[in-house]
């Protein structure tokens, strides 16, 4: 790759997260901030779609907070229950992972992919961690071109430090609300 391509990204990625950094001390809303986040996330690493997962505190599923790529309205329904599929497993490890074949991946959770239409095909999930505790995990889902990369991971892991922190900044002392099974 030539020089020039190799410093437009580097100053893409530098731009993104002095964003998200600032986004943090700024007063807009947890969603928005949350959902820029994701966002830049699926554009920095190439891919097609993201998510956002909370851990439920009450019930240690997993409850979709933010999703980009297409069918956004209905994802947010869906919950992974505990333990179950790749972001249960990164939130029960407390472990970040890169799947090149999700479809033959034991741990995926194939009910969502049935329900919506859509196929994974790629992913990385990493953890939100607040204060050393797994509170979330953040994917990145088909990379457009190409495979995902460990720099393309550390970048994940470097916007899941930025969403946790304002997580936790917006709930401090404050217990999300269990959201019913569905």
């Known amino acids: 790759m030539p020089q020039q391509a190799n410093d437009d990204i580097t100053h893409e990625k530098l731009k993104a997260m002095m964003e998200m950094a600032a986004l943090v001390n700024s ?22 779609a993201g998510s956002l997962l909370l851990l439920d505190e009450f019930t240690g599923h997993l409850d979709f907070e933010v999703v980009t790529g297409g069918r956004e309205e209905l994802l947010p329904f869906f919950r992974v229950p505990k333990g179950q599929g790749i972001a249960g497993w990164v939130a029960q490890n407390d472990l970040p992972i890169i799947v090149q074949d999700v479809q033959s991946d034991e741990r995926f959770f194939k009910f969502t992919d049935q329900e919506l239409g859509f196929t994974t095909r790629d992913m990385i999930a990493v953890p939100l961690r607040v204060n050393g505790a797994v509170i979330g995990v953040l994917q990145a889902i088909n990379k457009n071109a190409g495979a995902f990369s460990h720099d393309d991971l550390k970048l994940t892991m470097a916007f899941a430090n930025q969403i946790a922190a304002i997580i936790n900044k917006a709930d401090k002392g404050q217990p999300r609300t269990p959201t019913p099974d569905i």
């Open 27 to 48: 007063s807009h809303e947890r969603s928005v901030i949350m959902d820029h986040a994701v966002k830049s996330v699926c554009r920095l690493t190439g891919a097609e």
